[in-house]
């Protein structure tokens, strides 16, 4: 099964690029086409109402483009509008949510952390997936100031140090051996979480699962594409240089307003 048109990936800004790259690298001949919607970021403090709405327009933006799968690089989106949205659109949907399941089942304190947005751990799929694991105690920490400070290019800023040492001392405290990253833009601050945890803390994203998923729902549902790797597209509506530079100013990137 053949199928040449791209696979369409979104977020609330530029984290979701740590989702991209990892598709990217597992598949470098599918074309991608990235939806950064920065100028509504973040969507960790929206009502569900509201995430849903610009979940919509952003699918809406994707399907005008042929895509034939979308991902939802966005933790906050997936456990607030993936039900809405696969319900709406005839189109397979690959989301993600924090890596709950892998730190639970490897930890050996029974004591994960869990750091995310407000929408992300105040969304039903969320505490859903948390009451499966009643035997491990699961630190809960909103990181309030995060992805506004990546969306102005204050990626290592000494106001970042200081949020995330605050957000995760009192993890350390709590005997840790996880920490669980449940927002795509958090990847990006694992060299500064490296310097707070002690080394035998592991950390954990998503980006290499939705990979491996979407190459999944390619082979079962969509099809591969028959070309050789092609460029991807990068889309922002509001703040184009810090894009650019988390892309290491590798790809265009066009400023759209949508």
């Known amino acids: 099964m053949t199928n040449n048109n791209p696979i369409g990936v979104f977020d609330s800004g530029i984290g979701g690029t740590s989702i991209w790259n990892a598709i990217h690298n597992l598949l470098p001949n599918e074309k991608t086409i990235y939806l950064a919607d920065s100028k509504n970021a973040p969507y960790g403090q929206r009502t569900k109402e509201e ?11 994707l399907l005008d483009m042929n895509c034939k799968l979308i991902v939802i690089a966005c933790n906050t989106a997936t456990t607030n509008a993936i039900l809405e949205l696969r319900a709406d659109y005839d189109i397979p949907f690959i989301g993600i949510e924090p890596a709950i399941k892998p730190a639970a089942n490897n930890s050996k304190t029974q004591v994960i952390g ?8 105040n969304s039903e799929l969320f505490n859903k997936t948390a009451e499966m694991f009643q035997n491990t105690k699961i630190i809960e920490q909103v990181g309030y100031g995060l992805v506004q400070l990546i969306e102005d290019g204050n990626l290592n800023s000494p106001e970042m140090t200081q949020l995330l040492e605050s957000y995760l001392q009192p993890m350390i405290d709590a005997n840790i051996d996880y920490l669980v990253l449940g927002c795509s833009h958090y990847p990006y601050l694992i060299p500064q979480i490296k310097k707070i945890l002690p080394e035998h803390i592991h950390i954990i994203d998503s980006g290499e699962a939705v990979a491996r998923q979407t190459q999944n729902i390619l082979r079962e549902k969509v099809g591969f594409t028959d070309q050789q790797k092609s460029d991807p597209v990068f889309y922002v509506n509001s703040n184009p240089e810090v894009l650019k530079s988390i892309l290491g100013y590798k790809y265009p990137v066009i400023e759209k307003d949508f």
């Open 51 to 61: 995430i849903v709405a610009l979940s919509k327009k952003n699918v809406d933006f």
């Open 114 to 121: 869990i750091l995310a947005t407000k929408g992300t751990l």
